[in-house]
């Protein structure tokens, strides 16, 4: 059974920071793009980042720019979002996704594995 597990998630205070992993166990995912989104509550999901297969290509939404970080371990199957600088807008529950070719894509019809999500809450 192929699953996504995602942690990492909390409260913290505005400015500062969080790791998230996602484990992913059942297959490997060394040869497929991983992505993170997240949604906020009564507002669409939406893209927050993405690696390539390799690591050596990433992709941020506009928001994020400048303070995520996305990077993988494909020895561990996991794949990890740093984030800093955080802002009350950033609350939401991120979820982890693994995609179906190697190169990442924006678009949630890009993965077709997703994780149960852990929620992040940023306190003013």
């Known amino acids: 059974q192929v699953q996504l597990v995602e942690s990492g998630g909390g409260l913290v205070q505005a400015g500062g920071s969080l790791r998230l992993s996602c484990a992913a166990s059942?297959?490997?995912?060394?040869?497929?793009?991983m992505g993170w989104f997240r949604q906020a509550p009564g507002k669409e999901r939406e893209f927050v980042a993405a690696i390539s297969w390799s690591g050596g290509s990433t992709y941020y939404g506009d928001s994020v720019k400048g303070r995520f970080t996305i990077s993988r371990d494909n020895r561990k199957n996991t794949v990890y979002l740093q984030m800093h600088s955080l802002k009350p807008e950033d609350t939401a529950v991120y979820y982890c996704?693994?995609?179906?070719?190697?190169?990442?894509?924006?678009?949630?019809?890009?993965?077709?594995?997703w994780g149960q999500g852990t929620q992040v809450t940023v306190s003013s």
């Open positions: 996704a693994a995609g179906y070719e190697p190169m990442p894509t924006v678009g949630e019809a890009g993965y077709n594995y």
């Open positions: 059942g297959r490997t995912f060394s040869r497929n793009a």
